[in-house]
């Protein structure tokens, strides 16, 4: 069975999450026969930050602008069983386009960004990689939000069939790992900036910092403006490439989770920083949301803050409390949240969706 994929980027996890998730599902995805190309636009942002330039159980194809790429597409979609377009592709529209008249299997938008869709087009601010009609011309529409979401999509948007395909973690690479004295410290943060995060940021970590001098605070990632209210006791560490992750999340004694707005607003929506950590047996607290305590639950496998208050209390526990939260929040992840059960979840609905186009009862999908 072959798949094609046109998507943000496979070949660098700068600035977006879209890479590392990409990378476990195809590699998982191979395991169970499928054979994949993956479609990137070659922008100067993602290749000076590029962390692969092969890909695990697929095929890369990179391109300048999409002229330069159109044949080759066509013949990609006339071969493939599967076609998908991403959110964030930056040729999203017209690969959707050639999809529609070229594509003799399965058309699937996958939305790995559904809060920030729908936020953008509650401010009518219409997001560039779909166009005015919408989703209605794709036979399936995975969605990385599940919960209310997901009749939403079909409300606005026109999606037909709709399923929610969550967030996951490579244990073979995401794993328990020597600590490291750079990252070593008691509560870590690790996370593209943004701005809608900010707020968050400040009363989970910068505040706690502040009531906690003797304390070491670590935060990791890209896009931090030189205003941010750093402190003496909290250090930086500028964009990990995912191999550093594991070592990162291994030196913290506790690593939080901050959710973006649109993200926490509507719920249902397990970043994949949550599932690394968990993998590499890391205690993590985490704001609350709808259906958190779908993934994890509170209290025994991760613990919520709303607070600074919170966040000091839980720096308060115990060395084995808090190896305990990490411990179950590991098996937690392995037992239902690796890309393997993500591929294996995706294979059925996409084999579902064939028998039931086959039979016209496409509706069965859902």
């Known amino acids: 069975m072959r798949m094609v994929i046109f998507g943000l980027t496979v070949t660098s996890s700068w600035g977006n999450g879209h890479a590392t998730l990409w990378r476990g599902l195809i590699g998982a995805l191979a395991r169970l026969g499928w054979s994949i190309s993956f479609f990137e636009r070659d922008t100067p942002y993602y290749a000076g930050a590029r962390d692969i330039d092969r890909l695990s159980g697929g095929d890369i194809v990179l391109y300048q602008d999409w002229e330069s790429i159109r044949q080759g597409a066509e013949a990609a979609i006339w071969e493939a069983e599967v076609v998908i377009v991403t959110s964030y592709c930056p040729d999203a529209v017209e690969a959707s386009r050639l999809a529609n008249e070229s594509c003799r299997g399965l058309k699937v938008f996958y939305d790995l960004d559904t809060p920030v869709t729908l936020a953008?087009?509650?401010?009518?601010?219409?997001?560039?990689?779909?166009?005015?009609?919408?989703?209605?011309?794709?036979?399936?529409?995975l969605s990385y939000t599940g919960g209310p979401v997901i009749d939403t999509l079909k409300t606005i948007l026109g999606a037909h069939y709709v399923l929610p395909l969550y967030g996951h973690v490579d244990p073979n690479r995401h794993r328990p790992a020597q600590s490291r004295p750079e990252f070593a410290c008691d509560l870590?943060?690790?996370?593209t900036y943004a701005a809608d995060r900010q707020a968050g940021v400040e009363r989970l970590l910068v505040a706690p910092a502040a009531r906690l001098p003797n304390r070491r605070f670590v935060i990791?990632?890209?896009?931090?403006?030189?205003?941010?209210?750093?402190?003496s006791n909290i250090y930086f560490v500028r964009h990990l490439p995912p191999a550093d992750h594991p070592a990162?999340?291994?030196?913290?004694?506790?690593?939080?989770?901050?959710?973006?707005?649109?993200?926490?607003?509507?719920?249902?929506?397990?970043?994949?920083?949550?599932?690394?950590a968990a993998a590499c047996g890391t205690a993590i607290i985490s704001d609350d949301w709808a259906g958190l305590d779908s993934f994890f639950t509170p209290g025994s496998e991760i613990l919520l803050a709303d607070s600074t208050g919170d966040v000091v209390a839980a720096?308060?526990?115990?060395?084995?409390?808090?190896?305990?939260?990490?411990?179950?929040?590991?098996?937690?992840?392995l037992d239902e949240h690796t890309s393997a059960h993500r591929a294996a979840e995706l294979d059925r609905i996409l084999n579902d969706a064939f028998s039931s186009m086959a039979s016209g009862t496409m509706e069965e999908v859902v």
């Open 188 to 191: 870590s943060y690790l996370g």
């Open 248 to 276: 990162f999340f291994s030196s913290s004694r506790l690593t939080l989770n901050v959710t973006r707005e649109a993200m926490a607003r509507q719920g249902w929506c397990p970043s994949g920083r949550l599932f690394e």
């Open 120 to 141: 953008s087009i509650e401010r009518g601010d219409y997001p560039a990689y779909f166009e005015p009609k919408g989703l209605r011309d794709f036979d399936l529409v």
């Open 220 to 231: 990791g990632g890209a896009q931090y403006p030189q205003d941010f209210p750093w402190s």
């Open 315 to 333: 720096l308060g526990l115990s060395d084995s409390e808090i190896a305990t939260l990490g411990r179950r929040a590991q098996e937690r992840v």
